[in-house]
């Protein structure tokens, strides 16, 4: 098992990628397009998140999973009060952006005082909630979109 514990983050959030493609969007008037990335907000499924990567709160990106690790990481302090102590277990695989993903949700629960138990190198999504339960952790995170298209990613909480 390749589990590292973070004890600090150099992260950035700030992402030029995604701000020049909502600009691009914004420059050529593409109203519709626009809607479709900023009015409409993704859901957790029966496991999570995901959808396309891209710009936009429709899409997986940035900030939509910084989002998504500041309500999980609410949600686990207010329901589970030795969070901080048992942690949480973060895993990605081999997709575009899911290190990054992994990095940012990291992060997030570091900045809560969250101790976290991350996989350095890509691994198979049973082997987060193996971790979970084999540490006592409280919560899971891969970042996976398993076998859909190319261009999503995803955020599974365990």
């Known amino acids: 098992m390749c589990l590292i514990i973070l004890i600090s983050s150099t992260t950035s959030c700030k992402n030029l990628t995604t701000q020049n493609e909502i600009r691009a969007l914004v420059e050529s008037n593409d109203i519709s397009e626009l809607t479709l990335r900023l009015c409409s907000p993704l859901k957790f499924g029966?496991?999570?998140?995901?959808?396309?990567?891209?710009?936009?709160?429709?899409?997986?990106?940035?900030?939509t999973v910084v989002q998504a690790s500041q309500g999980l990481c609410a949600y686990l302090l207010s329901e589970n009060s030795d969070v901080r102590n048992k942690g949480v277990v973060i895993g990605h695989d081999h997709r575009h952006n899911s290190e990054s993903f992994a990095r940012l949700t990291a992060a997030v629960f570091l900045s809560k005082g969250i101790r976290v138990h991350y996989f350095k190198k890509l691994t198979h999504t049973p082997m987060v909630p193996f971790s979970v339960m084999k540490l006592g952790a409280s919560a899971g995170v891969m970042v996976t979109a398993s076998h859909n298209p190319k261009n999503d990613n995803g955020y599974k909480t365990l």
Request: net charge neutral; hydrophobic share 45%.
């Open 46 to 63: 029966t496991a999570g998140l995901r959808a396309e990567m891209g710009a936009g709160f429709s899409r997986m990106n940035d900030l």
